[in-house]
């Protein structure tokens, strides 16, 4: 009865795992894929204004449906420098952050790059994370609704038609 119910469980599983194999066999082909492989030039252009010890701030959840898991794959892969916040699901291996304060870290970052940020939370970017450089990609709802464009604590250092730069300014850290 247990072999009858572990076939029957593998068999219902079947189809997905043959459209996966058949995924990952034959490559991405969709928009996200496309962006995710232009990316080398944008995180080539973070490097240009950001130290090697620096923090970097993007969208936690930038080209997140790349993969079967939610992770901002291509900071991860490609940016070489230290991340404000890297996305709720590498907290939870990488950080003791109590659960509470992941959430609400992780909520506000989302707001800020969907362009729902208050002057608060540009503040507590370039302040309480010590974010030295952000990166706005056409994909950001902060695209069109930019909180850093008329921030005080940011300026933009570089742009393209994909993205923007900014960098921290003194009003944020002086001295």
């Not at 459209?19 to 990952?24: L, N």
């Not at 420098?81 to 950080?95: D, P, V, W, Y």
Request: net charge positive.
């Amino acid at each position: 009865m247990a072999a009858t119910a572990a076939i029957g469980l593998w068999l219902l599983g079947l189809p997905e795992g043959i459209a996966a194999i058949h995924g990952y066999a034959t490559g991405r082909t969709d928009a996200d894929g496309k962006v995710f492989a232009d990316t080398p030039a944008l995180w080539q252009a973070v490097r240009r204004h950001a130290g090697t010890s620096e923090r970097i701030a993007n969208n936690p959840a930038f080209l997140a449906d790349v993969t079967p898991w939610p992770v901002n794959l291509s900071w991860a892969l490609l940016a070489n420098r230290r991340s404000c916040f890297a996305g709720r699901e590498l907290t939870l291996a990488a950080t003791s952050l109590p659960r509470g304060w992941r959430e609400e870290i992780s909520a506000q970052f989302i707001r800020i790059f969907a362009g729902d940020a208050s002057p608060g939370d540009v503040r507590e970017m370039a302040g309480r994370y010590d974010c030295r450089v952000v990166v706005v990609t056409a994909q950001d709802g902060a695209w069109r609704q930019d909180p850093f464009a008329s921030s005080p604590f940011y300026r933009q250092v570089e742009s393209s038609q994909w993205w923007r730069i900014y960098r921290v300014t003194t009003a944020a850290h002086p001295g």
